[in-house]
């Protein structure tokens, strides 16, 4: 698998889910081109989902594609009703897939809320931000 391409440009090392249908969404986040991809382990941390992924599009359009996609890969993994919140405007997109729940933002929307701060996860996104 080729890596991922952070926005800061440096190659890293794709995360490794835990379930096939994490795997698979990362696995295609990746061949999308996604940027700064995190996978945050939410088992015994919250009852919510056992896991979160965390990635970066480079435009409204990039978002919105990256969305569908993913929308796609659930459906094949017999996941096709999951919620989906934020695809008029693709600022922010949340896929919520039960097991998974999946965060897509463009950049400026990421450096502002700054989702990984509330998980205490360390990413170069985060570095970036602080910088």
Request: proline share 7%; with cysteine; hydrophobic share 40%.
């Amino acid at each position: 698998m080729p890596p991922l391409r952070p926005e800061d440009g440096s190659d890293a090392p794709p995360p490794v889910g835990s379930t096939p249908l994490e795997q698979a969404l990362i696995t295609k986040l990746d061949e999308d081109k996604a940027q700064d991809l995190v996978l945050i382990d939410l088992k015994g941390k919250s009852s919510m989902s056992d896991a979160m992924i965390v990635a970066s599009g480079r435009s409204h359009r990039h978002v919105g594609a990256l969305a569908d996609h993913l929308l796609r890969v659930l459906k094949e993994h017999g996941m096709g009703k999951a919620r989906v919140e934020g695809l008029p405007h693709c600022d922010w997109v949340l896929i919520d897939a039960g097991d998974v729940i999946v965060h897509l933002f463009r950049p400026e929307v990421r450096a502002f809320y700054n989702i990984e701060k509330i998980w205490a996860v360390d990413s170069g996104h985060r570095a970036d931000s602080r910088a």
